[in-house]
């Protein structure tokens, strides 16, 4: 799909296709449009494919639809047609079925890599790249069960972010696990007295967040 398009853009299409719970076959975003590192955020709620047009860019493509193309194949058919999961769920977990997670993160490449992975796990993400934004997400999306919060932020890091979600009388249940970069001595105490609901260390092992959110997903009211 590509970006700039008649009548309604690419953006329209996915956003409205996720709202009305259209369950869309995987999606490959194939544009000549410089993009912001917002618009990036926005596409990669719906898609972990994003190629930009240039010189490579038809052999990518013919690369990442090989690899559709082969997940599909590989897939087995448990999923049946009738559940909507906007994006496709190869090992769907039932706890994370119909959860909505927002990962707060400075590094892209991290936020992608996380949501990646947690996608295929049935999680939808949406994504923020500081607390200030994060708090904005949680506003515009009330639907939010969990959140992966990174400490070390420009504008507004982890710490002011969890205070500030903390102060807020309906994110007060809200799971908040912190990522830190060090496990440094007094860091866990910082985070949990923050309103951290727990902590990680990075770089994330994937199996104890996994295990951790299912922990915290299946306490949830
Ligand atoms: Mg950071």
């Known amino acids: 799909m590509d970006l700039n398009l008649r009548g309604i853009s690419g953006f329209e299409f996915l956003e409205h296709a996720a709202v009305n719970k259209v369950e869309l076959p995987p999606a490959i975003i194939h544009t000549g449009r410089a993009l912001t ?58 706890v994370f079925r119909e959860k909505t997670i927002l990962i707060v993160d400075d590094d892209m490449r991290n936020i992608f890599a996380l949501s990646k992975a947690l996608r295929v796990r049935g999680l939808q993400v949406i994504m923020a790249q500081d607390g200030r934004r994060a708090i904005a997400q949680l506003e515009a999306n009330p639907g939010i ?20 979600i903390r102060a807020r009388p309906e994110w007060q249940t809200l799971p908040i696990l912190a990522l830190t970069a060090k496990a440094m001595i007094g860091e866990r105490e910082k985070c949990l007295q923050a309103g951290a609901s727990d902590y990680l260390s990075k770089p994330v092992d994937l199996d104890r967040l996994i295990s951790m959110m299912r922990h915290w997903l299946t306490q949830l009211p």
Request: hydrophobic share 40%.
């Open 145 to 164: 069960h969990l959140v992966i919060m990174d400490v070390m932020m420009p504008q507004m890091d982890g710490y002011t972010a969890m205070q500030t």
């Open 37 to 94: 590192d917002q618009e990036t955020l926005r596409l990669r709620e719906f898609t972990d494919h994003i190629i930009l047009k240039g010189a490579r860019s038809p052999e990518r493509l013919q690369e990442e639809v090989a690899l559709f193309l082969q997940e599909v194949q590989t897939r087995p058919p448990v999923v049946p047609r009738a559940a909507p999961l906007p994006n496709p769920a190869i090992h769907a977990d039932p």
